[in-house]
């Protein structure tokens, strides 16, 4: 079996979502835990010369960046104990989840960057985003998008 490596870092929710797909199909790897956001190592960067940023797998040489890319290639890669569910509409389920978590995380952080009224928006935004998961997302699994 070829080497996989995953450059990460240990706050990362992209790089948690990375490193839980791995054990789900009981792939070995290296984790590199990587100095961010101040010093990046040259490997991630000649591994991820567009964005510079982590989650990056390298599986037998051969880097793949982005989070959920890096999910489809190991579901692809590892086709056993699959990620997403067999039925069609159950998996667009799962993207659109998958996406709405992607597009969400980044407003989520802003409460630790915020002071004053910005953090209190900040609050409100994130309480907001948790009540449409909770809604829309956990309650019902059959709900409509």
Same mark, same amino acid.
């Given at each position: 079996?070829?080497?996989?490596?995953?450059?990460?870092?240990?706050?990362?929710? #992209?790089?948690?979502?990375?490193?839980?797909?791995?054990k789900?199909?009981?792939?070995?790897?290296?984790?590199?835990? /990587?100095?961010?956001?101040?010093?990046?190592?040259?490997?991630?960067?000649?591994?991820?010369?567009?964005? %510079?940023?982590?989650?990056?797998?390298?599986?037998?040489?051969?880097?793949?960046a =982005?989070?959920?890319?890096?999910? =489809?290639?190991?579901?692809?890669?590892?086709?056993?104990?699959?990620?997403?569910?067999?039925?069609?509409?159950?998996?667009s389920?799962?993207?659109?989840?998958a996406? #709405?978590i992607?597009e969400?995380?980044?407003?989520?952080?802003?409460?630790?960057?915020? #002071?004053?009224?910005?953090?209190?928006?900040?609050?409100?935004?994130? #309480?907001?985003?948790?009540?449409?998961? %909770?809604?829309?997302?956990? /309650?019902?699994?059959?709900?409509?998008?």
């Amino acid at each position: 079996m070829d080497e996989v490596k995953l450059f990460g870092f240990w706050a990362s929710p #992209f790089s948690r979502r990375v490193i839980w797909a791995l054990k789900l199909k009981g792939v070995e790897y290296e984790y590199i835990e /990587e100095n961010l956001p101040y010093n990046k190592s040259d490997l991630l960067l000649q591994y991820n010369p567009v964005h %510079k940023k982590i989650p990056v797998l390298v599986h037998g040489g051969k880097p793949i960046a =982005e989070s959920l890319v890096i999910l =489809e290639y190991i579901d692809e890669v590892w086709p056993h104990n699959p990620l997403l569910p067999k039925d069609a509409y159950e998996r667009s389920v799962a993207r659109f989840w998958a996406k #709405f978590i992607e597009e969400k995380t980044q407003p989520m952080w802003e409460f630790f960057r915020k #002071f004053g009224e910005e953090q209190q928006k900040a609050i409100e935004n994130n #309480f907001e985003i948790l009540r449409t998961i %909770k809604e829309h997302g956990l /309650e019902d699994k059959k709900s409509k998008i």
